[in-house]
């Protein structure tokens, strides 16, 4: 491992190397600060009602709580920004199977928390080829074990669950771990993970403002066309804005395919929340879990991630690819 | 095809602590390996400490459902059970505790579900309500309960009298109930002791007892319980 490798993984001194990385960090505790703040003066003014005003602090704190966990590790260094996404990962992985049953399958449980954690491996060694090469190998894994039981009935489900945990919740999301092997990790990272959560926000307010039409009344009936073309708006706005000056002289940096970028992580965010609603209204639940209070679930909470990072991932590999003058197979070599 | 069924957790939706105390409890991969872990260490110090002898593992029936009942000294009797189960009941074996003794505090709450399973039920007023979720859980299928019908553990190292309670779990159903006397817990640690004296430990396991035919009421429930100690008795010899 060389100099410069080191200092990705553990190099927590580089933290602000980046003016953006220093902006956001500080935008964003200055929003969770503000907030505090308008949460206290509409008390103090008598404009809240106890059961408002609880459900404000109580979101107010999970987020207050959530920031460093988010922002630290992607600050402290990559090692710990691909370890802080396997725990996602594997969290987000137990909240479904819980959800689903699929816990129950214990040995193909194994496999998929064995996809995770080869998962993270490739991720940090920075090989590539076996970063694409663990989903299929953990689908024949699935495929032979689940037959082990011997137990037809109910083969196909056993093994899809098993294999769209893993896509999801291994996969999908290790994609924005990948991203740490990139020289330049922490602006993007970063920019993705705020602007996501942004996404949500700003479709929730846009929503209540403008918000008439229902556009999936059976899948989540709180979500408008106001809340979806508004957060469209908004996040393209912000992450093309932001963006510039994160791939300022990259093969990114142009209006257009700033733009593409902010329209790709409003869409796919947007879908990733409705895709886990309709996971939760198959299965006919309501949160995901109880981890974060105020939230719900883990997932309640990250579900826009899922299929935001993958999108992102390969669109800006496209134009400038990632961690490509980084050494590759740092620990297997070759 | 057919349609997919989705069986959530049957604890789904609780927080960490009413999981802790809820007798719906279900077990995933972290507790699994964490019992796992634990069940190897002790298994180690049992054979090391107490040169744990077992007889009758033949009479272990292969499946889940069952009861593994034994007379109670020492805070060891629940681990050695445990342990004397094979490997793939892992997860599903469930030592019932007394609540106010291992459940009132946080960290012992935790130790008792993560290492041992354990579901808590409370004498003072555990009623039939509990028993019945216990009957439930055990009727629905793979659970292994490990229960000390005398309700405590012997201060005097004479076994005591079996309640009735461990009735409403079986009576009129086709699970066993298999019985096993602990020789030697009592010397090795007592209940006026903490730390453990290096007594040598036997375990005898019995035939596994059906109850099909006894009726599910107080009389049948006495007779049962009467039956069992007098099993365990037998293996005392």
Sequence with gaps: MNLATRERLFGFRHAFDSPVTLWITIAVIAALLIAALIIWLLRAAGRSSDKLHDELVKRVVSWAVMTPLLLGPVLLGAAWTILAVAILSILCYREFARATGFFRHRSLSIVVVLGIIATTFAIADHWYGFFVAVPPLTMVLLAMVAILRDEPRGYTQRVSLGVISFLLFGHCLGHLGYMANDADFRPIVMLIILTVELNDVFAYITGKTFGHRKITPQTSPNKTLGGAVGALVLTTTLVSTVGHFVFAGSGVDTPAKLIGLGLIVSVAGQFGDLMVSSIKRDIGIKDMGVTIPGHGGLLDRFDSMLLVAPAVFHYIAFFRGFGIDQPARIFTGG | ?237
């Excluded at chain 2, 505790?97 to 935790?110: E, L, V, Y």
């Excluded at chain 2, 130790?111 to 007023?125: D, E, G, Q, S, Y």
């Design chain 2, 1 to 237: 095809m057919e349609e997919w069924r989705f069986e959530p957790a049957h604890d789904f939706g609780l927080s960490a602590k009413q999981r802790r105390l809820s007798l719906r409890r279900e077990v995933g991969l972290e507790s699994a390996i964490s019992c796992f872990l634990w069940r190897s260490i002790t298994r180690v110090y049992l054979a090391i400490a107490h040169r744990l002898k077992i007889r009758g593992r033949e009479n272990l029936p292969a499946n889940a459902p069952f009861i593994l009942v034994a007379n109670h000294a020492s805070h060891l009797d629940a681990i050695i059970l445990g342990g004397i189960l094979p490997l793939r009941f892992v997860g599903a074996v469930f030592p019932i505790a007394a609540g106010d003794t291992f459940f009132t505090k946080r960290a012992s709450s935790i130790f008792a579900t993560a290492f041992m399973n354990a579901l808590p039920i409370w004498r003072k007023n555990c009623g039939a309500h509990s028993l019945g979720d216990l009957r439930e859980r055990l009727l629905k299928g793979a659970c292994v309960y490990i229960l000390f019908p005398e309700g405590t553990r012997t201060r005097t190292g004479e076994m005591a009298p079996f309640k009735p309670g461990l009735g409403r779990l079986v009576a009129r159903t086709n699970i066993p109930i298999v019985p096993c006397y602990l020789d030697g817990t009592f010397a090795a640690l007592p209940a006026s002791r903490t730390v453990p004296r290096w007594k040598k430990i036997s375990a005898r396991i019995g035939k596994p007892l059906l109850f099909a035919n006894t009726t599910n009421d107080r009389a049948g429930w006495q007779s049962l319980a009467a039956t069992v100690e007098e099993a365990v008795r037998a293996l005392a010899t």
